[in-house]
Nanobody, 115 residues
């Protein structure tokens, strides 16, 4: 499975941004898809995840502001980020977990929230 993330950029505080992640290859094996982020000097943290049954989960710091969704083919996920704050600045990574428990990562996309 290969993952391609896109949609990062510079946005002002309070603004919105939408990230996309497209999976290719053995997508039938994907059990869940997730977004993580890593800010400078900090550990990578879970932002949001969506499982094969459609259930979702979010990190505490983004609940109510971010929404994860996917397309009907279940091979693309999106992260709608609203009410962005400077502390949301980070490199955002798309992650997929296969039915065999293998975690796969795409290249990150940088999100910068600044005035």
């Amino acid at each position: 499975v290969q993952l391609q993330a896109s949609g990062g950029g510079l946005v002002q505080p309070g603004g919105s941004l939408r990230l996309s992640c497209a999976a290719s290859g053995s997508t039938f094996a994907i059990k869940s898809m997730n977004w993580y982020r890593q800010a400078p000097g900090k550990q990578r943290e879970l932002v949001a995840g969506i499982r094969s049954d459609g259930s979702t989960n979010y990190g505490d710091s983004v609940k109510g502001r971010f929404t994860i969704s996917r397309d009907n083919t279940k091979t693309a996920v999106f992260l709608q980020m609203n009410s962005l704050k400077p502390e949301d600045t980070a490199v955002y990574y798309c992650n997929a977990v296969t039915q065999w428990g293998v975690g796969l990562w795409g290249h990150g996309t940088l999100v910068t929230v600044s005035s």
